[in-house]
């Protein structure tokens, strides 16, 4: 059943309110439309009213219902999120008098460590593509950058060449919130990037025009899930059968700085987090990594 034209026009509303502000990216905007189309639709089926008519008890048996539903407790988080602030847009601008999503609790989660790759699993995965390939040779280039710079892979894979600047050194990208930041390469994965942009990427390109970074055979830029398949690929070619996400090698980046003395304000910058408390998770990381090590390797461990 589709939501009410009175609460689609809201939705768009928002999301072009919090695209305007904030900067969020289509993944984001795409799940606040999705959390807000679920609630409406169930709200027209259920209580044949629109969003803007909720009372707090609508949204506490909402949210009842899709935890009867089996969605996990960080999903639940999410979309009371999602709905808290689109109730507190709607006040702000007058839809509203009140808020109904207030004095609502979202519920405790415990904070998940970030999973990372080992130095030697992250040296097998950089070195499983055949670089004797154009194909080959833009993996390598891709996981190499991933790998020395952090990069989000939505921000790897949107990449434009004038982003990129080899002889300083640096990437220049467009993080969360449209926030630019200057990230450095490092001498190998320049290397890399170099020998593909003057050798791979024209092949690949086959007389197309794109200013998308890394292009597909077809000379068009690539997407993140094509991107995360060739990593699943390449991880499954070099033996490496922990569970793996999108993240895991900007994971890898943040918790190896650290554990070779990084400052985690150094991190925080090369990450582009705006919160210094979003980085610090990754101390857990390296804290258990040195937890490990002394267990492993001091005689009272």
């Known amino acids: 059943m589709p939501e009410p034209v009175a609460d689609a026009a809201g939705i768009d509303r928002f999301l072009d309110a919090l695209w305007m502000e904030r900067g969020l990216s289509r993944n984001t905007l795409a799940a606040y439309r999705r959390d807000l189309g679920g609630f409406s639709r169930w709200l027209n089926e259920q209580r044949q009213c629109v969003l803007l008519a909720a009372q707090r008890e609508d949204l506490l048996a909402y949210l009842a219902s899709r935890v ?29 008098q009140a808020d109904p999503s207030e004095r609502i609790e979202a519920p405790r989660l415990g904070r998940a460590l970030p999973k990372s790759l080992t130095e030697a699993d992250v040296e097998r995965l950089i070195n499983a593509p055949d670089t004797d390939t154009a194909l080959g040779l833009r993996d390598r280039a891709m996981l190499e950058l991933l790998y020395a710079s952090g990069l989000r892979v939505s921000e790897l894979v949107e990449l434009r060449v004038l982003q990129l600047n080899l002889r300083q050194g640096v990437v220049r990208t467009l993080g969360k919130g449209c926030k630019e930041r200057l990230v450095p390469l490092g001498e190998v994965a320049s290397d890399w990037l170099e020998r593909y942009l003057y050798t791979a990427r024209g092949e690949l390109l086959n007389g197309h025009e794109c200013d998308v970074l890394f292009v597909t055979r077809r000379g068009a830029g690539m997407s993140r899930q094509a991107f995360w398949y060739l990593i699943k690929k390449h991880a499954q070619q070099a033996g490496i059968h922990k569970p793996l996400s999108p993240h895991t090698l900007r994971h890898s980046f943040a918790t190896h700085l650290l554990n070779h003395g990084a400052d985690l304000r150094v991190v925080q910058m090369l990450l582009g987090h705006s919160d210094l408390s979003t980085t610090q998770i990754y101390t857990h990381v390296a804290r258990e990594r040195l937890k490990s090590l002394h267990a492993e390797h001091h005689p009272r461990g």
């Open 68 to 96: 009867s539903a089996g969605i996990k407790p960080r999903t639940t988080a999410r979309l009371l999120s999602s709905l808290r602030r689109f109730y507190q847009l709607a006040v702000r601008d007058g839809h509203l």
